[in-house]
């Protein structure tokens, strides 16, 4: 079950839980304190426990004070405080931070140092702008053919909000990065990866917000056309998009994460599994 506590002493009513919430099932109750409507919607991403600037919401019994309070000096704490996030201010990142930024990539690790990465960076909101157009009309224009349902399914309950020309996609970010690789890479699919991963902890150290964007790089795959405007090498698999942009809101605190599972392998006991078993491990280990 996923609840959140408010103490209405603290609550400021001020609606940052709400207006950042991922899902968008917080909303204001009778007495204009915030409230889950749906909790299967939740995908427990603490936003509005981490974005509450009083510490007046809980989340699954999760007590703010407990948390490390947002710093941006040492790595452990970017790392702690890095959220996805998906509101922005409407101006451009400045010249020079774009130019740090950049000039960090060279040092970016790649499999069998494979320096053959390719990086679209749409650097001016105008040039966003005009994805972000040409993308909300191709998924307008496609939801129209009934042939292609299947595939518009992942989109499908946005649709009104696409029809109505809501930024779905993009969240109003004035920019994007799309790492590429060649098919021919050691590690083409993998490469890329590490490439955001870096620059978003970078830019995370520079003050700017990011959002890994699954939509896009779905609509990359969909619309080659997007691929051209992008100036993406031919032979070059566009592999995933990570939006960027200064944000619009501040995040006070750390959010309190469930642990991964974690096997501390010491010593090794030698296991002969079955046949159908080490069949079943092969299957799964090329799944997806």
Not at 78 to 86: A, D, N, Q, W
Not at 183 to 194: E, K, Q, R, T, Y
Request: charged share 25%; aromatic share 10%.
């Amino acid at each position: 079950m996923k609840t959140i506590t408010i103490d209405k002493s603290k609550c400021t009513h001020c609606g940052l839980c709400v207006s950042d919430c991922v899902s968008g099932c917080i909303s204001f109750d009778s007495e204009n304190f915030p409230k889950i409507d749906d909790e299967t919607r939740c995908i427990s991403c603490q936003h509005c426990f981490s974005i509450c600037p009083t510490g007046a919401l809980s989340f699954n019994g999760k007590n703010p004070q407990d948390s490390c309070t947002v710093g941006y000096n040492d790595i452990l704490d970017i790392i702690k405080s890095r959220r996805s996030v998906r509101q922005y201010l409407d101006e451009e990142i400045p010249e020079e931070t774009f130019k740090k930024l950049k000039d960090m990539l060279p040092y970016i690790p790649t499999g069998c140092n494979n320096h053959s990465l390719h990086f679209s960076i749409v650097e001016k909101k105008s040039a966003m702008d005009v994805i972000r157009k040409k993308v909300n009309d191709l998924l307008v224009k496609t939801m129209s053919y009934k042939a292609l349902s299947p595939i518009m399914n992942k989109f499908s309950r946005y649709k009104d909000a696409f029809l109505n020309g809501e930024d779905v996609i993009f969240r109003g970010a004035p920019h994007m990065i799309v790492v590429s690789s060649p098919l021919s890479a050691p590690c083409a699919n993998v490469d890329p990866i590490i490439a955001l991963s870096y620059i978003e902890l970078y830019a995370q150290h520079l003050g700017l917000g990011t959002c890994w964007c699954g939509f896009a790089q779905a609509c990359l795959k969909f619309f080659p056309q997007l691929c051209e405007m992008l100036e993406i090498p031919s032979g070059y698999k566009p592999v995933y998009v990570m939006l960027l942009g200064l944000p619009k809101v501040k995040y006070q605190r750390t959010p309190q994460p469930e642990p991964y599972e974690i096997t501390s392998i010491k010593e090794i006991h030698k296991k002969d599994s079955c046949f159908f078993c080490k069949v079943k491990r092969f299957v799964t280990n090329f799944l997806r």
